[in-house]
């Protein structure tokens, strides 16, 4: 596994594994991801996630 493109914490880091994880297992369109933190949702779209903006 790569570095992710955008720096974030820790816990933000283990979400967004375990989001990629369960994608490659079973890929479903419509898996959407949300944070009040903009540094994750900015990473999560980075990753290709439907994430909001804040």
Do not use: W, Y
């Not at 989001?19 to 949300?34: S, T, Y």
Request: proline fraction near 4%; glycine fraction near 4%.
């Amino acid at each position: 596994m790569e570095a992710f493109p955008i720096h974030v914490k820790t816990l933000d880091a283990l979400h967004l594994a375990s989001a990629l994880q369960l994608l490659a297992e079973e890929p479903a369109d419509g898996i959407v991801v949300f944070s009040h933190d903009r540094t994750f949702n900015l990473c999560a779209r980075a990753l290709g996630f439907n994430a909001a903006l804040l």
